[in-house]
């Protein structure tokens, strides 16, 4: 039973953590910029929206006066459906916690792919592209 009770949390760990985030290589800004706050600012307002399949979605949000962070979303479901709040959050905070210039992680197959890209300059007066600057 004790076996049981102790694979099943760490099977239950693991879950939560989500995948292994992917990680720039390169970048103007830090991710540790992009806080918790505003992942969940981002996720809130990404979890009331259905993309189409295999589609973007992104949103700019300010750091402070001087720089940026960009989130993204991209649907490779073949359903139209929100995100749901929860992976948004687990998946850019690890991304934030992980990845010193950005990147980008999904927390499991047939589900959206979540980007983070900060910026040390420039606000968020331009729009956003379609899809992340990729490196």
Known sequence: MFKFVYFATLFAVALSQGATPQCYTSGS???SSCTPELVKQYCQQTAKVSHTPN???????????TGRCEFYSYDSRSVSAAAADNNCEAVLNRIVQECPNGGYGTPGPNSYTFYIRPYAQGDCQSPLTVAPASS
Not at 55 to 65: A, E, I, M, P, Q
């Open 29 to 31: 800004g830090s991710a």
């Open 55 to 65: 589609t973007w979605g992104g949103r700019c949000l300010n750091v402070g006066s």
